[in-house]
């Protein structure tokens, strides 16, 4: 994946990646979430699960090595680590479920102060379907989005209502994006981190709900 | 001891119109092609289809909608084919969206004679409306009900004689529920082996889920194919 | 087991061997049930079920086969036989609630003429626990109940209402005594075979509710 | 990686006073022996325990029973153990008897995150009794809930050093459930091997369930020793 032009996806990936502590288990939706993989650092002990039936993604197969039977949710051909496991999709979903995994990181289209998170179909465009999305924001232990601060129109994609069919209600712990870390609180979203490039009246214009900013925050965090 | 079928027509000739059948697979991962192809052979109308995804254009699942064998499909995702896009549009299919996981779900409880159970996914979604909702421990959870089959067609690795299954990493998938969920299930299988040579303690599917066996060839195709530089 | 005194257990026994067809998963219970498997048909095809994770159980082990780590439902030690499976006690009692068992054969202290089975406690005694029955009754295709047809002081063990704690209501379907196989039907307790040495008219006089006897019935059956 | 404990004892001793565990095994086969053995020797007291069985007199829960650890037992078959049947007559010891498939299924719904499902196990039974029943397509079912452990102490034959687990024939039996069901899983094997050793097609238990693991000789006493003559 190196040839992509790196720019704003790979930032989010990399402060994304600060998210995952060594022992964690985490699944990465797909798209974005995905490329956080690639810079997980290699002194942390993480085990990626995949929701068709893996716990222990590896790195993408040499071409000598590709396997038409051992997929990742993205049904991109993977390879898996020594000590990984296959079982079946209850199992998958019973572990998801049971707040078994420590953090999911997904993309999104919107969320809202309340942590709603809509990131699963746009009325008008054909549906795909949720996939395993709706079943990740009740299970894992901590669900963090990481997408785009605006639109391609450049409005705002953190909202007070999401305008968008909900994937789940009040889910989001965390966003992460371009210009901004920020935690949904019982309280109200509370800013944490301001990216390099931009001002925290930049992220507050560009975010449509009240922003909370507590006394310490954390400026060109990354 | 297990009845042996000659190709995947012959598997499936059986299924008549109108039927609810499963079939095993995530993406092209893992799933009965031949029997699939025999379902094509067999022009059987009317199917209710039961699957996390419904094939691409050109294989799998996407076969039987080209030859617009499929009335319902119940399924998480869908987005890989553009047959079906168009036949929902223009009415002629009918589609239940489920998450992933209720959808595995569902299919295991069909099979363990569990008639619903309660999720917390979908909750204040448009999943969850007409369903009845209730709180557990202050959090709420959504009503769902068991799935079951006519028949479910599934793809496992080997059989022994006596229809214990050995699947293969990731084509392992919805296999062993749908397995438990039909009726009638049918494995395809890439080798049929003596009973007694699968090891009892690695036996993912015992021999009582399947009433029928086809040894095929596979093609596996591949939907993304990724590969690391170097 | 040749060296029980066969008499009434072993004829019991041999007549519910009839119920199993060839190809049939079937489960016996603990007890008397049991040594139904003694007189299995070497030409028939049967795979025991065992509700602590057995599929195909096997003979007792000779001495030197014994291993502590399996055991039938009954906590005897056994072996498995060839094709046989292991699996956890969820996905076995999947398999015995989902109706894969085509057959289960129980014990019974009492049943009524509306298929009501007792065979789990008595009040006063010491409180064991129902073990996998109540799970069974529900879950087996066919429940055929075995048991002496009077108790030991004399009195019917079929009657109008079970006057021990329930096991499962409306679950039998077949009834096999040491006087005479009846079946559980819609319309009342239908007698089908007088067993040697009973009349109909003793059997008639040993059962609480009235019998039909249909046209014909299988006078000194087993 | 996961943290590897020197004896029974040391796996057991943080768990409290009133701690709610689950402990895997059919009568005495696949127990954690040292495990049980350490809570012995902890002295912990007011446990509830959620096993299908209560040991004996002499060996299993029957040793924490004898030492009057246990406040409350949920089980299915408690049959082989007189101290047991003195305790509940006495009042001293609280016991709530579940079907077998019942207990099953609540441990692996508390595990699956399922908060309560629908079951036929019970129906016009005293089990039944102050609890909600439904009727799904004409057949009367109960409502039963997941069940959930502070602790849960299980046995396996092997673990690798991610806490990935294999059983052993019949000695899987509630273990891989219990396993799920506990906020922490403290697994007994009778072999620690390498990591990679273990065919990923063949693990029974992912490591992600497990906490920690004890490696320790199990003396697998046999409650009914029954051989075949000649």
């Known amino acids: 994946m190196k040839g992509i032009k790196s720019n704003v996806r790979e930032r989010i990936a990399r402060r994304a990646e600060e998210e995952i502590k060594s022992g964690y288990y985490v699944n990465l939706g797909i798209g974005m979430p995905t490329l956080v993989a690639n810079y997980i650092s290699e002194n942390k002990v993480v085990v990626l699960q995949s929701e068709n039936g893996l716990l222990g993604i590896g790195a993408y197969p040499a071409e000598d090595e590709v ?28 572990m998801i479920r049971g707040e078994h995994i420590d953090l999911a990181i997904l993309g999104g289209m919107e969320v809202s102060a309340q942590g709603d998170l809509a990131n699963w179909m746009i009325p008008g465009k054909m549906i795909k379907g949720m996939g395993g999305a709706m079943d990740l924001v009740h299970g894992a232990r901590k669900i963090t989005v990481i997408m785009d601060h605006v639109n391609k129109n450049g409005a705002p994609k953190i909202v007070n209502k999401c305008s968008l069919p909900l994937t789940g209600k009040n889910v989001v712990n965390r966003i992460i994006t371009d210009r901004a870390v920020l935690d949904v609180t019982k309280k109200g979203l509370v800013v944490r981190e301001i990216a390099k490039g931009f001002t925290l009246e930049e992220v507050e214009n560009s975010t449509e709900p009240d922003i909370i900013v507590p006394s310490s925050i954390c400026y060109d965090a990354y | ?74 399924g998480s995702y869908v987005g890989e084919n553009k047959e079906f896009e168009r036949q929902v549009l223009s009415g002629e299919l009918d589609v239940e969206l489920t998450p992933q996981g209720t959808l595995a779900e569902r299919i295991r409880a069909g099979g363990a004679g569990i008639p619903a159970f309660y ?112």
Not at chain 2, 146 to 175: P, V, W
Not at chain 2, 181 to 210: F, M, N, Q, R
């Open chain 1, 67 to 94: 396997d038409p039977d051992l997929i990742n949710a993205g049904k991109e051909t993977v390879t898996a680590i020594k000590g990984a496991s296959y079982f079946n999709s209850a199992e998958s979903f019973a």
């Open chain 2, 1 to 74: 001891m297990k009845r042996q079928f000659m190709n995947g027509y012959d598997a499936v000739k059986d299924i008549a119109d109108g039927s609810t059948i499963m079939v095993g697979g995530f993406g092209l991962v893992g799933i009965p092609e031949q029997m699939i192809l025999g379902l094509v052979e067999s022009g059987v109308k009317g199917l209710t289809v039961i699957s996390n995804n419904c094939g691409v254009d050109e294989w799998g699942l996407g076969l039987l909608l080209k030859n617009h064998q499929i009335n319902k499909m119940i």
């Open chain 2, 119 to 230: 999720t917390p996914a979908g909750v204040g979604t448009q999943v969850a409306e007409g369903k009845e909702t209730r709180i557990f421990d202050g959090k709420e959870y959504v009503l769902e009900k068991g799935l079951k089959a006519d028949y479910s067609l599934i793809r496992a690795l080997k059989a022994d004689e006596m229809g214990n299954l050995l699947y293969n990493k990731t084509a392992r998938n919805f296999n062993p529920m749908i397995a438990a969920a039909g009726k009638v299930t049918l494995a395809e299988v890439e080798e049929i082996v003596p009973t007694g040579t699968i090891e009892p303690d690695s036996i993912h599917t015992p021999g009582i889920y399947v009433q029928g066996i086809l040894e095929a060839i596979q093609e596996k195709r591949i939907e993304r194919r990724t590969v690391r530089e170097g």
